[in-house]
């Protein structure tokens, strides 16, 4: 969804493996994890000011409450 801007079907997902470009398409972005504290994460393409936000729900949850589109 980061690289597309949609979501895709879970048969595409298992299909493709995790972090696995069979398509050969163009490489995949670099992805920079910023910890905002215990409970909140920014993450974001490196070397650009945009990305999301995420809170911790539960034990092993994150919810996106925010998208930053500097």
């Given at each position: ?54 809170r ?11 998208v930053?589109?500097?």
């Open positions: 969804m980061l690289e597309k801007g949609k979501p895709g079907k879970p048969t595409d997902v298992a299909a493709a493996g995790v972090g696995v470009d069979t398509q050969g398409g163009p490489p995949r972005k670099d992805y920079s994890v910023e910890y905002q504290g215990w409970s909140k994460v920014f993450v974001h393409p490196r070397g650009e000011p945009g990305g999301f936000i995420f911790r729900e539960g034990l092993m949850g994150w919810r996106l409450v925010a930053k589109m500097d």
